[in-house]
């Protein structure tokens, strides 16, 4: 739990304490009761699993599918509005800004078919996702990509690979190392 908290604080300069972390962050608590949910999802008792997915979303604003596999120190910045769906999974150390969704495609058509099937994003390790970002599919993000604000993917991201737009496309800017928590910074240049 240390190395969760302390991963955060290097990540964002408004975190001041750990005891602030816990007491005020909704992506903090939301990682925590999805842990929760995980468990029981994992365990077979769906409706418990679901229950606790609904109440940390009605007092977090973010809603995690209880079957979603999340890796070490996910931060959730904000929050508010996120969702990740249930066959998503997400890497290590990945930053996620509000209003994101790791969502699925086409849900109410052939709802049996879609059943067992992977429908939602594989986000790699590093990956930074900003706000208003929809992924949509199981697309896979690569390490070291970044999602910038309110850009729509629908394809498979390359490694190291900003992707900006709608729909979404690849700006080569090399983000190995390099912290941009809205995907861009001022000196990329739209190139259309």
């Not at 969760?4 to 750990?18: E, G, M, Q, V, Y």
């Not at 390790?125 to 690569?142: E, K, R």
């Not at 309110?150 to 090399?174: F, L, Q, R, W, Y």
Request: hydrophobic share 40%; charged share 20%.
């Amino acid at each position: 739990m240390i190395d969760f908290l302390n991963s955060i604080k290097s990540r964002d300069p408004a975190a001041k304490s750990t005891i602030s972390l816990i007491l005020t962050y909704p992506g903090v608590k939301a990682v925590f009761f999805h842990q929760i949910a995980s468990f029981f999802n994992l365990a077979g008792f769906d409706l418990i699993a679901r229950i606790i997915s609904q109440t940390s979303r009605f007092f977090t604003g973010i809603e995690i599918h209880p079957g979603a596999k999340i890796g070490k120190n996910l931060f959730i910045d904000h929050g508010m509005g996120v969702v990740i769906g249930e066959t998503s999974i997400i890497g290590d150390n990945v930053t996620i800004y509000h209003a994101v969704t790791l969502g699925g495609i086409s849900p109410s058509i052939d709802t049996e078919l879609q059943r067992n099937e992977k429908r939602h994003p594989t986000i790699g390790n590093d990956v930074v996702i900003g706000s208003g970002a929809q992924i949509i599919g199981p697309v896979v993000v690569g390490n070291c990509a970044r999602i910038a604000a309110n850009a729509v993917v629908v394809n498979d991201v390359a490694e190291n690979t900003t992707m900006v737009g709608v729909p979404a496309k690849a700006i080569k800017i090399g983000n190995k190392g390099k912290f941009r928590p809205y995907g861009v910074d001022q000196k990329v240049k739209d190139e259309q």
